[in-house]
């Protein structure tokens, strides 16, 4: 007799193994269909339902954020037939000035990815509610992709089952400044998927050094404010404290200006200036 699974991303891979059409969810004891079960009804319920087959299809678009499962076009921007540039996107200063780099380059349009924890809907790290996400692409008037992130769910995996959602990419696209680990794990864990898609992975802000950056946040009259804050900025940057030049300027030299090392984390309010073109 096998072990009962304690997972229930196990216990979902042994059912559809089995073609069960339910499962016990280890942790609340509840029957949770399986994607099997669910692909028998031939349509989304727009439930939001953890295993749905059809990319919550029937859920409408403003529901989506609160209750979507799976990954998902999270606003009415459909992304074009053509091949976009796909940016990774956490709503923060680097997302911004990364978008701003695309548009001066105007290689192809763009489409947003942005990632949340599933229960609590907000971006880690960022500590940004998925809410005020979509109320940035909808500004920018973009199409943005939201990827929920399950506990002991592989982060590749969910990212790889949501780029299947893209009709055609041209890059994945990633708003890193100067960290060699980061990028080389971007490098690692995203390269393989590019390959299968044909894509390649950019780097419009790499290198840029900060005076460049600032200046171009400037020039975007968006502003940015502090949305988390890490040990070591703990006592000299707080919640809420607008980021800029005159931030910068005052940090001490153990934390990086941007926050590179996470020391803090912003919130790009686009909202608050007219939309860019």
Same mark, same amino acid.
């Given at each position: 007799?096998?072990?009962?699974?304690?997972?229930?991303?196990?216990?979902?891979?042994?059912?559809?193994?089995?073609?069960?059409?339910?499962?016990?969810?280890?942790?609340?004891?509840?029957?949770?269909?399986?994607?099997?079960?669910?692909?028998?009804?031939?349509?989304?319920?727009?439930?939001?339902?953890?295993?749905?087959?059809?990319?919550? *299809?029937?859920?409408?678009?403003?529901?989506?954020?609160?209750?979507?499962?799976?990954?998902?076009?999270?606003?009415?921007?459909?992304?074009?037939?053509?091949?976009?540039?796909?940016?990774?996107?956490?709503?923060?200063?680097?997302?911004?000035?990364?978008?701003?780099?695309?548009?001066?380059?105007?290689?192809?349009?763009? @489409?947003?990815?942005?990632?949340?924890?599933?229960?609590?809907?907000?971006?880690?790290?960022?500590?940004?509610?998925?809410?005020?996400?979509?109320?940035?692409?909808?500004?920018?008037?973009?199409?943005?992709?939201?990827?929920?992130?399950?506990? =002991?769910?592989?982060?590749?995996?969910?990212? =790889?089952?949501?780029?299947?959602?893209?009709?055609?990419?041209?890059?994945?696209?990633?708003?890193?400044?100067?960290?060699?680990?980061?990028? &080389?794990?971007?490098?690692?864990?995203?390269?393989?998927?590019? *390959? &299968?898609?044909? @894509?390649?992975?950019?780097?419009?802000?790499?290198?840029?050094?900060?005076?460049?950056?600032?200046?171009?946040?400037?020039?975007?009259?968006?502003?940015?404010?502090?949305?988390?804050?890490?040990?070591?900025?703990?006592?000299?940057?707080?919640?809420?404290? &607008?980021?800029?030049?005159?931030?910068?300027?005052?940090?001490? *030299?153990?934390?990086?200006?941007?926050?590179?090392?996470?020391?803090?984390?912003?919130?790009?309010?686009?909202?608050?200036?007219?939309?860019?073109?």
């Amino acid at each position: 007799m096998s072990t009962p699974p304690t997972d229930w991303r196990e216990a979902h891979r042994r059912a559809v193994e089995r073609g069960q059409s339910y499962y016990i969810d280890p942790e609340t004891g509840l029957h949770a269909f399986t994607s099997l079960g669910l692909e028998q009804r031939g349509h989304c319920c727009g439930s939001g339902c953890r295993h749905c087959p059809f990319q919550h *299809d029937s859920m409408e678009v403003g529901k989506r954020a609160a209750w979507a499962q799976q990954p998902v076009w999270l606003t009415e921007a459909a992304p074009p037939g053509e091949p976009v540039d796909l940016l990774f996107w956490s709503g923060g200063k680097d997302s911004l000035l990364a978008y701003r780099a695309l548009t001066r380059e105007g290689v192809r349009p763009v @489409a947003l990815l942005t990632t949340f924890d599933s229960v609590t809907r907000v971006v880690a790290h960022q500590e940004v509610g998925l809410g005020q996400i979509v109320r940035q692409a909808e500004h920018l008037g973009l199409p943005l992709l939201g990827v929920p992130l399950h506990s =002991g769910h592989p982060y590749a995996d969910r990212i =790889g089952d949501a780029v299947a959602l893209v009709p055609q990419v041209g890059r994945l696209v990633f708003g890193d400044l100067h960290l060699q680990h980061i990028r &080389e794990w971007r490098d690692s864990t995203f390269r393989e998927l590019a *390959d &299968e898609r044909g @894509a390649t992975l950019h780097f419009p802000l790499w290198g840029v050094p900060c005076e460049e950056l600032i200046a171009d946040l400037e020039a975007s009259g968006v502003p940015c404010e502090v949305s988390a804050v890490t040990e070591p900025a703990e006592g000299v940057v707080e919640v809420g404290d &607008e980021f800029g030049r005159a931030m910068m300027e005052r940090l001490p *030299d153990s934390i990086d200006p941007f926050g590179e090392n996470g020391e803090f984390h912003t919130l790009a309010k686009v909202w608050r200036h007219p939309r860019e073109e």
